[in-house]
């Protein structure tokens, strides 16, 4: 079933704000993949600001494989880590006109056809897995784009003895230190323009090996891919190869009658939720927990989700509680998100909290979705409807 939406809309750049409206929340753990381990410089002068978005123009230009403009067929392996190790394939085929993609993974076998602005499937709900949407995101246009709202910070460090600059996108300002809770981050050679690491979210890192690249149409295209989650690799991804497509006729893309209509993938986005002290007031004592999880295309339900960076252990599994009880709102796509979920804790309290009936979910700008909450199988109670800080999302459509 769908979702009703109650909303009104706050333009992202209105939502600036000074270290001070975080409250007191704790850094980002130590993680061997952060490379902005050091104080990150705000970009602030307009030349700054242009330098950098013309980097991170150029990074995902080199990486945007769906604007290549040339036909092209490209092969995939992988292997997906975890609790249900498996291995996987994709092959996709792209042309001016239409595209296909095929995969396979855990035994079960994906098919996913696009002519116009029309995407088929055998089924015209089939879930896309998890890790599966995690490898279309890596390989395709990993760095959102519109980032010219975005607040920036940056740092020069070294990665395995080269030097590449790191940049920390937010919706807030005055942040200082390292690396925060509510930062995106690229990681760029310098030299070459090509992304060397990507974090959505603190505690998930796709990492980009370049050694033996794959050059295409200008394009230089990673061979190696490894998406790590706290300390442990989740995903390897092999390139195996890119071909032309030219001679690939157009006629061999059409949908079978076996498809029916269905739904796109959407990049990965994020946002805050925010959960107050059951019957009690908020202070300013914040803990996040980073919930990587996808959502359904049709009634924004959740399908799957994880924890991959927590503040506090002790509120992973009310957090993942929340995520799974909570409704978003449906977009049409199935999407990929990392919510921020912000426990504000009485100072002299346990952990115990229930969500609040407001999810503040950025798509260009923020929505606010009303739908009743229930908490670990109680019903939720109402909590502060104080507005909360945007984070970049992105809405761009990944096939």
């Known amino acids: 079933?769908?979702?009703?939406?109650?909303?009104?809309?706050?333009?992202?750049?209105?939502?600036?704000?000074?270290?001070?409206?975080?409250?007191?929340?704790?850094?980002?753990?130590?993680?061997?993949?952060?490379?902005?381990?050091?104080?990150?410089?705000?970009?602030?002068?307009?030349?700054?600001?242009?330098?950098?978005?013309?980097?991170?123009?150029?990074?995902?230009?080199?990486?945007?494989?769906?604007?290549?403009g040339e036909p092209f067929t490209m092969k995939v392996s992988f292997t997906s880590n975890g609790?249900?190790?498996?291995?996987?394939?994709?092959?996709?085929?792209?042309?001016?006109?239409?595209?296909?993609?095929t995969a396979e993974i855990g035994g079960a076998s994906y098919a996913r056809v696009g002519t116009g602005d029309q995407v088929f499937a055998r089924s015209a709900d089939e879930p896309i897995p998890m890790r599966l949407q995690m490898v279309r995101s890596a390989i395709f246009s990993p760095i959102a784009p519109r980032l010219g709202q975005a607040v920036i910070r940056s740092a020069t460090v070294n990665d395995q003895g080269h030097e590449v600059v790191c940049f920390l996108l937010s919706g807030g300002m005055g942040i200082v230190g390292p690396r925060f809770w509510v930062e995106t981050e690229y990681c760029v050679d310098p030299n070459t323009g090509l992304l060397q690491m990507w974090s959505e979210a603190p505690g998930i890192y796709v990492s980009y090996n370049y050694d033996g690249a794959l050059e295409f149409r200008g394009h230089s295209v990673a061979r190696e891919i490894t998406v790590t989650e706290g300390y442990d690799a989740v995903l390897q991804i092999h390139i195996d190869s890119i071909e032309d497509a030219s001679s690939v006729n157009a006629e061999t893309l059409v949908p079978g009658q076996e498809m029916s209509p269905s739904f796109l993938l959407s990049g990965p986005f994020r946002f805050p939720l925010r959960v107050d002290p059951e019957g009690g007031t908020s202070s300013s004592v914040i803990r996040p927990v980073i919930v990587h999880a996808t959502l359904d295309s049709q009634d924004g339900d959740v399908m799957d989700a994880e924890v991959v960076e927590s503040s506090d252990k002790r509120l992973n599994e009310q957090a993942l509680d929340l995520v799974w009880n909570s409704g978003f709102a449906a977009t049409g796509m199935q999407r990929e998100v990392f919510i921020n979920v912000q426990f504000h804790l009485p100072a002299e309290s346990g952990v115990t909290a229930s969500v609040e009936p407001i999810v503040w979910v950025p798509i260009g700008v923020i929505r606010v979705t009303r739908r009743p909450r229930r908490v670990a199988g109680r019903p939720g109670t109402p909590g502060s409807t104080l507005p909360h800080v945007a984070e970049p999302g992105r809405t761009s459509p990944l096939p």
């Open 1 to 68: 079933m769908r979702s009703s939406q109650a909303a009104y809309a706050i333009p992202v750049f209105l939502l600036l704000l000074s270290s001070q409206a975080f409250g007191q929340m704790p850094a980002v753990p130590d993680n061997p993949n952060e490379l902005v381990t050091q104080n990150a410089k705000l970009v602030t002068s307009s030349k700054q600001r242009s330098a950098a978005l013309e980097l991170l123009g150029r990074a995902r230009a080199a990486s945007n494989l769906s604007s290549v």
């Open 83 to 101: 609790q249900t190790p498996s291995n996987g394939t994709m092959e996709e085929t792209r042309l001016d006109s239409a595209w296909r993609w």
